[in-house]
């Protein structure tokens, strides 16, 4: 044994430098971060569809029909905008930024997690992202993947704080508060929406670790379905209340 300022310690770890955690691993990992891209090229071919190619942000009816927003969704029952808003973005740099994020979190993230529980968060941290922008924003048209990048980033930080780190050690957590001080302090940034984000992969995130603790991996399914339709559900009714009633 070694002494060090913590106590005793093994050669082994004694040797080892203080680096920040990592994001613990989870069984069943994958090699590639397959998700990860494909996402990237859905929000990629979803800009170029939607009146962005090649540098312009001239939208078309696509991006209309897919943007997020109270109205139609209460009143036409236009259910999609939960889901297809996450892939759309008003502008070039939106879509870089955005994009840049999800591949620094995703080619981390997939092949710790697995596919299968990093799409799950990824789907959960977007119908999130918008309940929270009709909560605080129902009238205006919101486009981006932020919600899901937030929800993300919400997971990694409560998978490493389940594990016994400190989120603020890592790139994660840093790159949270980074991105969450700037969401109050610039200008048409969805705050409701990177906070639902956030808070549903936090929630999802931790269950998928209760549930490898307890060794019952249906427990974490289970919960990312819930936070699902509880998001979805709530998208709902906060779309009717702010939708207008016409009589006559």
Same mark, same amino acid.
């Given at each position: 044994?070694? $002494?060090? =300022?913590?106590?005793?310690?093994? $050669?082994?770890?004694?040797?080892?430098?203080?680096?920040?955690?990592?994001? =613990?691993?989870?069984?069943?990992?994958?090699?590639?971060?397959?998700?990860?891209?494909?996402? @990237?090229?859905?929000?990629?071919?979803?800009?170029?569809?939607?009146?962005?190619?090649?540098?312009?942000?001239?939208?078309?009816?696509?991006?209309?029909? *897919? +943007?997020?927003?109270?109205? =139609?969704?209460?009143?036409?029952?236009?259910?999609?905008?939960?889901?297809?808003?996450?892939?759309?973005?008003?502008?070039?740099?939106?879509? +870089?930024?955005?994009? @840049?994020?999800?591949?620094?979190?995703?080619?981390?993230?997939? $092949?710790?997690?697995?596919?299968?529980? &990093?799409?799950?968060?990824?789907?959960?941290?977007?119908?999130?992202?918008?309940?929270?922008?009709?909560?605080?924003?129902?009238?205006?048209?919101?486009? *981006?993947?932020?919600?899901?990048?937030?929800?993300?980033?919400?997971?990694?930080?409560?998978?490493?704080?389940?594990?016994?780190?400190?989120?603020?050690?890592? *790139?994660?957590?840093?790159?949270?508060?980074?991105?969450?001080?700037?969401? &109050?302090?610039?200008?048409?940034?969805?705050?409701?929406?990177?906070?639902?984000?956030?808070?549903?992969?936090?929630?999802?995130?931790?269950?998928?670790?209760?549930?490898?603790?307890?060794?019952? =991996?249906?427990?974490?399914?289970?919960?990312?379905?819930?936070?699902?339709?509880?998001?979805?559900?709530?998208?709902?009714?906060? +779309? +009717?209340?702010?939708?207008?009633?016409?009589?006559?």
């Amino acid at each position: 044994m070694t $002494p060090s =300022p913590v106590g005793m310690r093994c $050669p082994d770890c004694a040797t080892q430098s203080g680096k920040a955690p990592r994001l =613990p691993v989870l069984s069943g990992q994958s090699d590639k971060p397959v998700v990860t891209l494909t996402l @990237i090229g859905l929000c990629v071919l979803g800009y170029l569809l939607s009146g962005g190619f090649p540098f312009g942000n001239g939208q078309t009816q696509l991006f209309y029909d *897919g +943007a997020l927003a109270a109205a =139609p969704i209460g009143a036409g029952g236009q259910y999609w905008r939960l889901v297809t808003s996450g892939f759309l973005h008003a502008g070039l740099m939106h879509l +870089a930024f955005n994009m @840049i994020l999800l591949w620094f979190i995703g080619s981390q993230m997939e $092949p710790q997690l697995g596919r299968g529980r &990093f799409l799950a968060l990824y789907v959960v941290s977007l119908l999130g992202g918008s309940f929270g922008a009709l909560l605080l924003s129902p009238d205006a048209l919101t486009v *981006g993947a932020s919600g899901a990048i937030f929800g993300l980033m919400g997971a990694a930080s409560a998978i490493i704080y389940a594990r016994g780190g400190n989120p603020l050690q890592s *790139g994660i957590g840093m790159l949270l508060v980074f991105n969450l001080v700037f969401s &109050f302090v610039l200008s048409n940034v969805s705050i409701g929406g990177h906070l639902g984000g956030l808070a549903a992969g936090a929630l999802a995130g931790g269950a998928f670790v209760m549930a490898e603790r307890r060794g019952q =991996p249906a427990i974490g399914w289970a919960a990312c379905a819930a936070i699902g339709i509880v998001a979805v559900v709530g998208s709902l009714l906060l +779309a +009717a209340a702010a939708t207008p009633s016409f009589i006559g």
